[in-house]
Nanobody, 117 residues
Framework: QVQLVESGGGLVQPGGSLRLACAASRSIFNIAASMAWYRQAPGKQRELVAVIIRGGTTNYADSVKGRFTISRDNAKNTMYLQMNSLKPEDTAVYYC??????????WGQGTQVTVSS
């Protein structure tokens, strides 16, 4: 059974940091062509934040470049999103996604990140 479970969200002040984790079942972590973080703020569409391709190439939304870092630990079947210099506009529910063969997508349940003083 494929599972993606996010953790690490919470309330942080502007300028602060959080590290999100996405624990994936081994079955999907080993075969996913890419894994990514998305976010959805209230009243807005879900948007891509960062993606890491199987070979390690990464890409980021312009709004988070230089502040966020995506990484993966293959030994732990876990993907991370290190978020620094957080801004109120980063407030959203953050989701992880795995893209499997045959273009199948798997999503986690999301974790809330709130940036507020």
């Amino acid at each position: 059974q494929v599972q993606l479970v996010e953790s690490g969200g919470g309330l942080v002040q502007p300028g602060g940091s959080l590290r999100l984790a996405c624990a994936a079942s081994r079955s999907i972590f080993n075969i996913a062509a890419s894994m990514a973080w998305y976010r959805q703020a209230p009243g807005k569409q879900r948007e891509l934040v960062a993606v890491i391709i199987r070979g390690g190439t990464t890409n980021y939304a312009d709004s988070v470049k230089g502040r966020f870092t995506i990484s993966r630990d293959n030994a732990k079947n876990t993907m991370y999103l290190q978020m620094n210099s957080l801004k109120p506009e980063d407030t959203a529910v953050y989701y992880c996604k795995a893209l499997a063969p045959m273009s199948r997508e798997y999503w986690g349940q999301g974790t809330q990140v709130t940036v507020s003083s």
